[in-house]
């Protein structure tokens, strides 16, 4: 089943220069990049993006560290497009994360974690509406 997800590069792999290195890696995994910008979010809207979190200990941090720089939001398009990127990513924390993933190759902490998926359906096109 052919479906849409959001990325987002985040500012530690933005910083870095490690966009092309990544959307590479999407590519080889047939996700498509569909829409694609450059952009730099406010604190507040941060927190918007990340509600589901917010009474998490880390939502303060998590959003702080979002708006800290520039990041690049995507909308993916592929065969089970939430699950492959999901894949593609690994895990949250680099540290546990499978080889050859983007996390692993790329992660820095589990802040720091380059990269940012949609985890379901319902999830995915409340996140790509709040970007595009
Ligand atoms: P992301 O996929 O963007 O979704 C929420 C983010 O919170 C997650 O990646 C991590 O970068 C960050 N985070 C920080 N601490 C934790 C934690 N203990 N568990 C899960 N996510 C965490």
Redesign the pocket.
Known sequence: MKQQTLS?IKPDAVERNLTDNIKEILIKNNLKILKEKKIQITKEEAAEF?KV?QT?P?YDR?CEYLSSGIIVVMILEGENSIKVYRETMGS?DPKSAQKGTIREKYGIS??K?SV??SDSPENATKEINFFF
Do not use: S
Request: aromatic share 16%.
């Open positions: 987002i990340y979190h998490k880390f998590l949250t589990i802040d974690n940012h998926g």
